[in-house]
C-alpha cells in the first residue's frame, strides 16, 4: 500500500505557532515500522525546500524502516516561501527544482554536497484560504514549467479545500494534462458538487486528511467516496492523513500514521469491498505517480 501525502520531517513553526513541528525521530520510526507489518511500502513524502524538509533524517528512517520515501522539490505557499523566492528569477527558481530532480537534492545542511537522490514530485505548492496571492500564482507558473522539462507529477495543497478550480485552470493555461496533477486535502470540502466538478476535468484528488476529525468527520469523507464511486471517478482519488506536528503521532495521544490502515480502511472494506481499497491504496497511487516506470 502507497500513503499519497505525508510528512516525516517538518519545520513551519512560527512565533505565533511554534508546535507546527514533526522531528520525533525515534515515534515518527517506531510508527513506520509498524507500518510497514500493515503492508505499507511505500510513502509519498511532500515536504519540500523551506518546509524543514531533511533529507539525512528521511535516508535514516528508510534504511531503519525499510519503508520507501518519495521525496520532493518545490516551495510550499506564502508565508513559508523561502526569502529568496523573491529576490531569484523565474528561471533561477525553475533551474533549483530541475537540478533537484535530474542532479540530486540538496540537505538542510547547506555546507553539505548535493546529494545523488533525485526529487521524484513536484509539491507540495499551494495557495491561501479562499484566494491565490500573487506570488503563489507565480509559484504556480514556476512549478508548471519545471513539470513541462521534467514531466514529474504535481501535488499542490488547498488551503481547507479552497482555490481547486482556480488551480485548474493555472494548470489548463499551461497546456498540462491533468490527469499528472493532484490536488490536496480536498476531503475537506464541504460540498460534495463542488468535490465532483473538480474531478470531472480530470484532476486526481487527495483524500489525505483522514481522521482529522475536527476538519471532517470520517464518516463524511465515506458518504463522499460513495458519490465519487457513483459518478465513476473512483480511479482518480487517493488516501492519507497528513501528519504535520509531533502532537499528532501515536506516542503523543495522536491519531498518528496507523490510523488509516487501523481505523479507516476497515470502515471502507465494510462498506465499499476489498477492491476499492486497493484501488484507492496500491492502483491509483502507482498509476498517478508513474511507479514502476
Not at 193 to 218: A, C, M, R, W
Request: glycine share 6%; hydrophobic share 40%; proline share 3%.
Amino acid at each position: 500500500m502507497i500513503f499519497c501525502h505525508e510528512h516525516l520531517k517538518l519545520d513551519l513553526a512560527t512565533k505565533e505557532r511554534p508546535e507546527r513541528k514533526l522531528d520525533l525521530y525515534t515515534e515518527i520510526a517506531q510508527e513506520l515500522q509498524t507500518l510497514k507489518s500493515l503492508g505499507v511500502n511505500k510513502i509519498m513524502e511532500v515536504s519540500n525546500l523551506g518546509m524543514g524538509r531533511d533529507l539525512a533524517f528521511i535516508e535514516r528512517l528508510e534504511r531503519e524502516t525499510s519503508i520507501e520515501v518519495w521525496m520532493s522539490t518545490g516551495f510550499y505557499k506564502e508565508p513559508f516561501l523561502p526569502a529568496y523566492f523573491y529576490t531569484k528569477t523565474d528561471a533561477q527558481l525553475i533551474q533549483i527544482l530541475c537540478d533537484e530532480i535530474n542532479l540530486g537534492m540538496m540537505y538542510l545542511d547547506e555546507s553539505l554536497p548535493r546529494s545523488t537522490r533525485k526529487a521524484k514530485i513536484i509539491g507540495e505548492f499551494g495557495s491561501s484560504h479562499d484566494y491565490i496571492s500573487p506570488a503563489e500564482k507565480r509559484l504556480f507558473n514556476i512549478c508548471c514549467e519545471a513539470h513541462k522539462q521534467t514531466q514529474l507529477p504535481l501535488v499542490t495543497h488547498t488551503t481547507l479545500a479552497t482555490m481547486g478550480l482556480e488551480q485548474i485552470e493555472i494548470f489548463k493555461s499551461h497546456n498540462i494534462d491533468l490527469s499528472h496533477c493532484v490536488l490536496s486535502h480536498i476531503d475537506l470540502c464541504h460540498d460534495i458538487k463542488h468535490i465532483l466538478k473538480i474531478l470531472e476535468s480530470g484532476v486526481n484528488i487527495g483524500f489525505d486528511t483522514v481522521g482529522k476529525e475536527n476538519y471532517q468527520p470520517d464518516n463524511i469523507r465515506l458518504d463522499y467516496l460513495e458519490e465519487i464511486i457513483k459518478h465513476g471517478h473512483i480511479q482518480q482519488v487517493m488516501l492519507s492523513v497528513d501528519i504535520t506536528n509531533n502532537s499528532q503521532l501515536k506516542a503523543a495521544g495522536g491519531i498518528g500514521y496507523t490510523y488509516l490502515i487501523e481505523s479507516f480502511l476497515p470502515k471502507v472494506n465494510a462498506r465499499f469491498g476489498a477492491d476499492i481499497t486497493t484501488t484507492l491504496m496500491l492502483d491509483n497511487p502507482t498509476r498517478i505517480f508513474n511507479i514502476g516506470v
